[in-house]
């Protein structure tokens, strides 16, 4: 006898359809996490991008921000150069014989630019150069921009603990043991930093972010101690509203000059103010000498019915002579007018002379410097 098959039991029709429309609830519910999801991973890359230069991102996120604990601190080198290093067989004299566990090089050119034995004649500069550098302009942004990028990758090595910015035609006024006692023994930054109130460059576009009291001006050639270093690095709000207003004005007679001037905007100049101002806004004042350790020689020209207009004096091979070097070494203080104050230069607490390096430097001076022994062993027995 054939057993019939039970019949299958079906669920009532409102539970399946309860059950699917489940289903699709969870569906849209997961769709809408996802969404929400990557519209968060959008606004975070948009805030990324725009707070910092791309390639300084990228060097800050290979490498995390640790505290030195060795006993080997170094000083780091930043060459900021247009191209190459013309000085550079005056740095290998000055580089030659010492520790290579006490100093590091680290060289801003142009994009591609590559440092080998076609390109320079010290290898100490050998590869030195930035892979993620960016084109400069004197006079914007990306001045401030190419300095940050320098100090980031600085900062990747941990024994980087002093960090001395130089331009392509700087020179050092003593040899590398001098300048590294003075700099190591020192707990603060130098950082040329004064008030400024003659000349219009702060605008009030710059504010609430950049209070005007805090605005200061100063030579960009400064030294850093690690932790202002990591300020600058680190800093995602003063830079973009300095890549936003303060700009210099073209040449006069342009037509980018014409719309510059009908715009109302503010001649500035971001390299004389970014780092000063930073620092001050961060209440770092106290930590800082507020002079810079890079002497430049100033010329002023201009008619009575002009604007005075500054200009570095250039060193040449006729005023680049043990004299002249002599006079730059015996400067003890400097005064700044606008603050009626004068900087008594310090190192830890001790006198000292207020300048390292010098320029502007022609090849010939350089010469002349190496030829005559000018960056030999120092006679100052201060530090």
């Known amino acids: 006898m054939t057993r019939k098959s039970q019949p299958q039991i079906q669920p009532p029709l409102s539970r399946r359809g309860g059950v699917v429309w489940l289903g699709w609830k969870l569906v849209i519910a997961f769709s809408v996490a996802l969404c929400l999801l990557a519209l968060l ?141 003075y700099l190591i023994s020192s707990p603060r930054s130098f950082v040329d930093s004064f008030l400024h109130t003659k000349e219009t460059r702060y605008s009030v576009k710059m504010s609430p972010v950049i209070p005007e009291e805090k605005w200061r001006k100063g030579s960009q050639w400064i030294d850093l ?71 430049t020689a100033w010329n002023v020209s201009g008619t009575k019915y002009e604007a005075k207009s500054w200009h570095p004096v250039t060193f040449t091979l006729e005023n680049s002579g043990p004299e002249e070097i002599k006079e730059i070494k015996k400067i003890d203080h400097v005064y700044y007018e606008s603050e009626s104050r004068t900087e008594w230069c310090k190192a830890d607490s001790k006198p000292v002379p207020c300048f390292l390096f010098a320029r502007k430097f022609t090849n010939e001076a350089a010469m002349r410097i190496v030829s005559e022994g000018l960056i030999g062993s120092s006679t100052n027995t201060t530090l």
């Open 41 to 181: 991973r959008i606004q975070l890359q948009y805030n990324s991008d725009t707070t910092l230069p791309s390639p300084l991102s990228v060097a800050r996120s290979q490498t995390p921000l640790h505290k030195y604990s060795g006993d080997r601190p170094k000083l780091a080198f930043l060459f900021l150069a247009r191209r190459d290093l013309p000085l550079d067989f005056m740095w290998d004299r000055f580089f030659k014989g010492v520790d290579h566990a006490n100093f590091s090089i680290y060289i801003h050119s142009l994009p591609g630019f590559v440092f080998n034995e076609e390109t320079t004649r010290s290898q100490y500069f050998y590869n030195r150069q930035l892979n993620n550098s960016i084109k400069v302009v004197w006079g914007e942004s990306s001045m401030i921009a190419a300095e940050r990028l320098l100090l980031a990758s600085a900062l990747e090595d941990h024994s980087n603990q002093r960090f001395v910015l130089l331009s392509d035609r700087c020179a050092p006024l003593y040899d590398f043991g001098y300048i590294y006692r």
């Open 225 to 295: 101690i690690r932790s202002h270093a990591e300020v600058i690095v680190n800093d995602g709000i003063v830079f973009p509203v300095f890549k936003e207003f303060c700009k210099r004005c073209p040449p006069l007679g342009t037509n980018e000059a014409w719309l510059f001037l009908k715009q109302k905007r503010r001649n500035c100049i971001p390299d004389e103010h970014y780092v000063q101002t930073l620092l001050t806004m961060q209440g770092l004042e106290s930590e800082m000498e507020r002079r810079t350790v890079t002497y």
